[in-house]
């Protein structure tokens, strides 16, 4: 396969850079990793581009007991961490931002205390601002802390022009199955309403992610074959060489369908294959995901190990080195029956993709870091080069990168020079760093912007988590009856018999990791 560069010449026709209102931020769960590695980093990233408004203060609220200062500290460490090329100079003015107050989250005097300090900071400053609530804290604790906001009266309830202006963001996975997720979601509408909730998915945030509306939607050459009449199946993977890390007691109850696959995995599915949108609106876009979601073949049980395959990993090699299979992490239940690894084949019962399988892996301690989304299409119906030893040519692939490296692929049949019919494939590589010049920025970066002006398009409604949560529920109460381990693969692999079966059967591959 020989590799094109192309020149690539970007025109803009629109570029607008949103810039955030004048907000207070309180993120709960603040001396958390989540809130070190990627909130503090993408709000100083944010501020340094000039994006943050000049009245943005942060309140952090956790247990642990922390000054102003301490919690500054802890910040500047993981900006500097994170961020190469960050000096004090530029970290300091966001540090000043930046409050903390320390509670227990079933108190009603923590909230008591920070909606006091939100008026002291708010004094001198404009009526119209917003306040967002972020729960970076596990999930078992989202209902104590949105009962407890209420009864506060900090949800906004009390006051229309407030109502607009109050948000909460939940990070995911929302609930554990359907019926946990129907009652953390009847929690929060006591106080918030679906226009306040920002349920966030930091994939939604990757460019590459964003760019597949744009890519269908935005250029005329490709929606006209974007159905069953020219593309044959497409895969979707999401790759880590990644074990369960610092996250094992929370990993061994939740596992790879609930972690990755109920969520990110069918997101990209939904971008991947939804109809048109009216508009670029948020609920225009979040009303054809839905109806995505709901097109999709529902799964029965007595016929489920045709479609979904789970895995767990053993010991291996990454990167040279031996690992542990998954039984002997820290923290995980010698006996654990967690998968690790998730499989499965999908069909759309729509129009548009009628019987086209959707193939989605998930696994981590894989060979290889790699985030996908490949459309392959269907091959020529007859070829004319038979008499030349061309009568099987392979199919043209389109291939959206997600990580780590973000860009876009095509292969294609094109002939090589000389005398004689040679063909070869080609491949026409896009990659976003090389083109654009710039790293791509932190998916949390354009997720926090949308959510202090008030954008809902990249959070996923809870019509759409509901009908995910219906569609994996035979899933999940299959696996729960059954005694049986998940299959056993080799850290450090690409896959495994059983998983391979499952895309085989049909006469197709999983592309290489």
């Not at 607008?16 to 907000?23: D, G, K, Q, V, W």
């Not at 690790?340 to 129009?351: E, I, M, P, R, S």
């Not at 696994?363 to 020529?380: D, Q, S, Y």
Request: aromatic share 10%.
């Amino acid at each position: 396969m020989q590799e094109i560069q192309p020149s690539v010449t970007t025109q803009e026709i629109a570029c607008e850079e949103i810039t955030a209102p004048p907000c207070d931020m309180v993120v709960f769960g603040a001396s958390g990793d989540l809130v070190r590695r990627k909130l503090l980093v993408s709000l100083q990233q944010i501020f340094a581009q000039g994006l943050l408004n000049e009245q943005f203060n942060l309140i952090g609220c956790g247990r642990k007991d922390l000054s102003d200062e301490q919690f500054r500290q802890i910040a500047r460490e993981a900006i500097e961490d994170e961020s190469e090329g960050a000096t004090t100079g530029s970290v300091q003015p966001f540090l000043n931002k930046l409050h903390y107050i320390s509670g227990s989250y079933d108190d009603l005097a923590l909230y008591r205390r920070i909606k006091g300090k939100l008026v002291d900071l708010d004094t001198g400053y404009q009526d119209n601002r917003c306040r967002i609530f972020y729960l970076a804290v596990p999930p078992f604790l989202y209902g104590t802390i949105v009962e407890q906001l209420g009864s506060a009266r900090l949800s906004g309830s009390y006051d229309d022009d407030s109502i607009r202006q109050t948000r909460l963001v939940v990070e995911k996975p929302f609930g554990k199955d359907l019926q946990s997720a129907v009652e953390l979601n009847s929690t929060i509408s006591r106080w918030f309403g679906e226009s306040q909730v920002y349920r966030i998915d930091h994939y939604l945030g990757k460019e590459t992610v964003q760019n597949i509306l744009m890519f269908r939607f935005a250029n005329t050459i490709f929606e006209p074959v974007w159905n069953r009449n020219h593309i044959d199946s497409i895969q979707i993977t999401i790759a880590e060489t990644l074990g369960v890390e610092h996250r094992a007691s929370y990993y061994d109850k939740t596992g790879a369908l609930r972690d990755m696959f109920q969520n990110h995995m069918l997101q990209m599915l939904t971008l991947v294959a939804m109809e048109p949108p009216v508009s670029f609106q948020a609920d225009h876009v979040r009303d054809e995901k839905v109806k995505l979601l709901r097109s999709i073949r529902p799964l029965q049980p007595d016929d489920l190990s045709r479609h979904v395959v789970r895995g767990q990993y053993g010991p291996g090699f990454i990167d040279g080195k031996r690992v542990v299979g998954y039984r002997a992490e820290p923290a995980v239940d010698p006996k654990s029956r967690t998968e690790t690894f998730v499989a499965a084949k999908l069909f759309v019962d729509n129009w548009r993709w009628k019987n086209v399988p959707f193939y989605l892996r998930t696994g981590k301690r894989l060979a290889r870091k790699n985030t996908e989304i490949a459309v392959t299409f269907k091959k020529v119906p007859h070829s004319m080069f038979a008499l030349v030893g061309l009568d099987d040519m392979p199919p043209d692939v389109l291939v959206l990168r997600i990580q780590p490296e973000e860009g876009i692929y095509l292969s294609f049949q094109a002939k090589r020079p000389g005398s004689k019919i040679c063909m070869g494939t080609l491949n026409m590589n896009f990659s976003y760093k090389s083109v654009f010049g710039v790293d791509m920025p932190n998916a949390y970066q354009r997720l926090l912007l949308d959510c202090m002006v008030g954008d809902q398009t990249l959070f996923t409604r809870f019509d759409g988590v509901e009908t995910a949560w219906q569609l994996l529920m035979a899933v999940l109460e299959t696996w729960q009856a059954d005694d049986s381990a998940p299959y056993e693969y080799t850290a450090g692999g690409s896959s495994f018999p059983e998983a391979d079966e499952l895309i085989e059967s049909d006469d197709r591959t999983w592309r290489p990791l």
